[in-house]
């Protein structure tokens, strides 16, 4: 039986993974691709980062984009929610601030689902350098919906 989840199964799904498939269009033609997530229940958005190129550059142009995330346990039994929302580049303090946060709950979230402690960013993700600060956004939520299948 396929059922649809309400907005508080959603936010429960998004709070508890960290990656997600971000959908997004450039040229006339759709984009989607994976990536490291941390969702900010205070300010119900989600918190990414990335290095310069070609998304970035997409997003910049239009910012409508949208965000699946999926728990598969069997063919039978899985949740799936779309987030739609709008791409918001941040800057200065404030975007560093919220690095961190992506940082800590990204960790946080690794420790409780997997068992490992992580200490730094940079082991579980290649994007963060000393030569060029990545590029921190937020998706500003607009709506969010789910289904789920269970036998």
């Not at 649809?4 to 993974?17: P, V, W």
């Not at 290095?51 to 699946?68: F, P, Q, T, Y």
């Not at 490992?116 to 500003?140: A, R």
């Amino acid at each position: 039986m396929i059922k649809n989840l309400d907005t508080k199964e959603c936010e429960f799904i998004l709070n508890r993974n960290y990656v997600g498939y971000l959908a997004y269009n450039y040229l006339n033609k759709p984009y989607v691709l994976p990536i490291t997530y941390f969702y900010n229940k205070e300010q119900h958005n989600i918190i990414c980062y990335s290095a310069k190129g070609h998304k970035i550059d997409a997003l910049r142009k239009n910012n409508a984009v949208s965000m699946c995330v999926t728990t598969i346990s069997a063919i039978n039994d899985w949740k799936s929610i779309m987030v739609h929302g709008k791409y918001k580049e941040q800057s200065g303090s404030g975007a560093l601030a919220l690095l961190h946060q992506f940082s800590l709950g990204v960790k946080d979230l690794i420790n409780k689902n997997e068992n490992k402690s992580l200490d730094y960013i940079n082991q579980f993700s290649s994007k963060i350098s000393s030569e060029d600060l990545p590029i921190i956004y937020t998706i500003e939520i607009e709506d969010i919906t789910g289904k789920m299948r269970i036998l």
